[in-house]
């Protein structure tokens, strides 16, 4: 019963029977043959299939034992935290429980005994799978909610975090945002990330215990306030952008930045009862498996979709081996009820007989040639069955013809090499001096200076003369009363007048202290 009353509250308007079947065996006129249909899994409990990590290391009360007090008897402090004892151990593990005796059992950080040093946590849980929200993250504290927290999701198992929702009793002061709620959010800004002030003021720690990241709230912008007009709402996460992404996360991290305070300041002399204890964390939602499964399962640690469709992968993301005459794509929430499959196809199936290796969804045939080839190559592929590499990439030999990393960019270093294609192997054709796979250094003897120059100097063959000394292959820097390229030429022979300036100068130690300065100044003789 109490089941049946959960059941009614969680996923009445979530299950609906839409979408729940990916494929059926029916007769038609030709006979009897499979119908194909966009699918996607039930909505499921998600905590438990979650891994929690709780930092920093030691936030975690009872090591050692801690008394704590409550805000109702901030003066009894008689509960104690001992991490060594079962019964009055706080771990993550009891945000996750079922709690089936009915006691609340809970995670517990210790104290604020460090005050005014901030008291952080962060919380998080990670799937290691695409999941799609599909109602509202509750999570419940014990003995008051955080005056500050944060929500923060992944898309990426954890590589990059974007905020997902901020919590305060002042959205301006903690933030610098102003307070916004949900329910007024619209139709152009449903997926806007804001901060709420409706589930951290202080109401009495029994009270209200919960804190919400409102997915319902957001899905009736669309299906109405009792989520009834669903078609609404697949349409709208079918056509608007990002909308779908926005509800997929793969992690989540609730970062705990102040605890409750009893609606009054902090009391230095009592920072006993300063702290924050997790209950639960429910997070309801279902696998990602891009509506060509409509079955996830628990397999070696991590939930895994049962692709239908000749797809396959963790979110049945690509096509199977030998089921890509076509691109992977998606399934479809349109057109409504049913959806479209977006099936893969066996080689050869599609279109008569043109395999474009996945990389093309469409054949066209040409009359006057007679063949049907593939259009529009993606993946910078060409060719009648896009079975080659545009120009400017090369084959990927690690790769098979329908691997989407199948053509290579050649990088060809534009000023070293005559052109941007390369052999089969990524090689560019050099320009004069130029060498390297990509062209983007020099043979012996040439210097880099947007280009391969021959030297015009160096410390074998090309030697500065008259104590000229060699400025990075490029120029040999002369003393003065010398030039030319390698200083071989005396100014005297060159310049009459020249020579008798420098002749009148020459031996006085002002013009051996110049000369001495330009050796060590490259450029400075030039000026
Ligand atoms: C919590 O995570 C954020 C990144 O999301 C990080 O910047 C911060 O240092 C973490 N805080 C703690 C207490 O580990
Ligand atoms: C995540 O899931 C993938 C695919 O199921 C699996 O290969 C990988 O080992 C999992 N990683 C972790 C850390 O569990
Ligand atoms: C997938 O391939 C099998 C053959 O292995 C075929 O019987 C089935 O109809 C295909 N399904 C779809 C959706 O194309
Ligand atoms: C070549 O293909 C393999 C297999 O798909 C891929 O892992 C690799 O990254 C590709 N190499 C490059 C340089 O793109
Ligand atoms: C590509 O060019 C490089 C350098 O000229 C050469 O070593 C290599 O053998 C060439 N590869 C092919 C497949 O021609
Ligand atoms: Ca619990």
Request: aromatic share 10%; proline share 5%.
């Amino acid at each position: 019963m109490l089941c049946l009353a959960a059941l009614l509250v969680h996923c009445v308007p979530l299950a609906m029977a839409q979408y729940d079947i990916c494929k059926s065996w029916v007769t038609t006129d030709d006979g009897p043959s499979w119908e194909f249909y966009a699918c996607q899994p039930k909505a499921m409990r998600m905590k438990d299939y979650v891994t929690v990590r709780v930092d920093p290391a030691g936030i975690t009360c009872g090591d050692p034992p801690e008394r704590f007090c409550t805000h109702e008897n901030p003066y009894l402090c008689s509960d104690e935290c001992d991490a060594s004892n079962p019964d009055l151990a706080h771990p993550p593990k009891l945000m996750f429980d079922s709690e089936d005796e009915g006691l609340a059992t809970y995670w517990q950080s210790v104290t604020w005994r460090r005050y005014p040093e901030p008291l952080l946590a962060n919380i998080t849980l990670s799937w290691n799978k695409s999941i799609e929200l599909t109602d509202d993250i509750v999570i419940t504290f014990e003995y008051g909610r955080p005056t500050i927290m944060m929500l923060e999701k992944s898309l990426d198992n954890g590589r990059t975090w974007h905020p997902y929702q901020y919590y305060a009793d002042d959205c301006m002061e903690a933030f610098s945002m102003p307070a916004r709620r949900v329910r007024d959010l619209s139709t152009t800004s449903a997926n806007r990330v804001l901060c709420t002030e409706e589930y951290s003021r202080w109401a009495g720690s029994k009270k209200e215990k919960t804190v919400r990241f409102e997915v319902r709230d957001r899905f009736a912008i669309f299906a109405g306030p009792d989520l009834k007009n669903m078609d609404n709402l697949y349409t709208r996460l079918e056509s608007a952008k990002g909308l779908k992404d926005f509800f997929t996360v793969t992690d989540l991290r609730m970062r705990l930045l102040r605890p409750a305070l009893g609606g009054t300041y902090v009391q230095r002399e009592n920072l006993y009862k300063y702290f924050y204890a997790v209950s639960n964390i429910e997070v309801t939602g279902r696998c990602k498996c891009n509506l060509h499964a409509n079955l996830c399962t628990f397999k070696e640690g991590s939930l895994q979709c049962e692709c239908e469709h000749n797809t396959t992968g963790q979110d049945c993301g690509k096509c199977k081996k030998n089921f890509r005459s076509r691109s992977w794509r998606a399934g479809s929430y349109l057109p409504l009820p049913n959806g479209s499959p977006n099936a893969c196809a066996a080689a050869g199936s599609a279109f008569g007989n043109c395999e474009c290796y996945g990389h093309s969804n469409r054949c066209s045939y040409i009359d006057f040639l007679n063949v049907v080839t593939c259009v529009s190559c993606k993946h910078n592929t060409r060719g009648q069955h896009c079975q080659h590499c545009r120009l400017g990439f090369y084959r990927n030999s690690s790769a098979e013809l329908d691997d989407e990393n199948v053509c290579i960019e050649c990088n060809c270093n534009q000023i070293g090499s005559m052109h941007d294609r390369c052999n089969e192997t990524g090689y560019c054709e050099c320009r004069e001096g130029a060498t390297g796979p990509k062209c983007d250094d020099c043979l012996p003897n040439y210097y880099w200076r947007q280009g391969c120059f021959p030297n015009v100097c160096d410390d074998e063959l090309l030697l500065c003369q008259n104590g000229g000394t060699c400025y990075q292959n490029q120029r040999c820097i002369c003393p003065v009363g010398f030039k030319g390229v390698l200083c071989q030429q005396s100014r005297c022979e060159a310049d009459k007048q020249d020579c008798d300036g420098a002749r009148g100068a020459r031996g006085s130690p002002a013009a051996l202290a110049l000369a001495v300065l330009a050796l060590q100044l490259p450029g400075w003789v030039d000026l």
